[in-house]
Structures are given as structure tokens and as C-alpha cells.
């Protein structure tokens, strides 16, 4: 997080069970992070976690504010609108 300038919040910690039934321990808190998406910013809480191979595990929590949205996850592919803006991922 160094890098970014993001000195993460202290809170209690907490494990997380992933795919593979593993459990992994949560290593900060970032309450009002911005993360850009095409043209729509998101103010958005962050929990880091210590994973590899995404950048960003997009939760529910989200999911939950954008209202009705389209999936396709044969071509893993999800399209909302958001701010009168239309958005494909």
C-alpha cells in the first residue's frame, strides 16, 4: 500500500474462507478509496487482502448499488448503468 499512498484504517482483524476452503487474514482497512471504472469513479471500501492474480475482488457490498445489472459469464462480461452512464465489463 506504500506505493499507493494508502495508509490503511486499524480495525479488528478477521479471517475470510476463499475458493480453495482456505482461510485467509485480512491485512487492512481503506474506508473511501476512489477506483475508477472506464469513466464512473466509485468511492468504494477497501478490505486488502493478501491474494495474487486480480487487482480488485469486486463484493457484493458494490454489486448491491448499481441495482439491476446483466451477466454473461461465458464471455465474463457484466453491464450496468450507473450516473446515466452504460458500462461493460
Known amino acids: 500500500m506504500e506505493f499507493l499512498h494508502i495508509v490503511p484504517t486499524p480495525t479488528e482483524p478477521f479471517k475470510v ?34 491474494i495474487q492474480g486480480v487487482d480488485v475482488v469486486i463484493g457484493v457490498q458494490l454489486l448491491q448499488t448499481l441495482g439491476l445489472f446483466e451477466a454473461d459469464f461465458t464471455i465474463t462480461m457484466i453491464h450496468f448503468s450507473h450516473q446515466e452512464n452504460s458500462l461493460t465489463l
Do not use: K
Request: proline share 12%; hydrophobic share 55%; charged share 5%.
Open 17 to 50: 474462507m476463499v475458493g480453495n476452503i482456505a482461510y485467509i487474514e485480512y491485512a487492512g482497512f481503506c474506508p473511501n478509496i476512489p477506483l475508477v471504472v472506464q469513466i464512473v469513479t466509485f468511492q468504494v471500501p477497501f478490505y486488502i487482502f493478501p
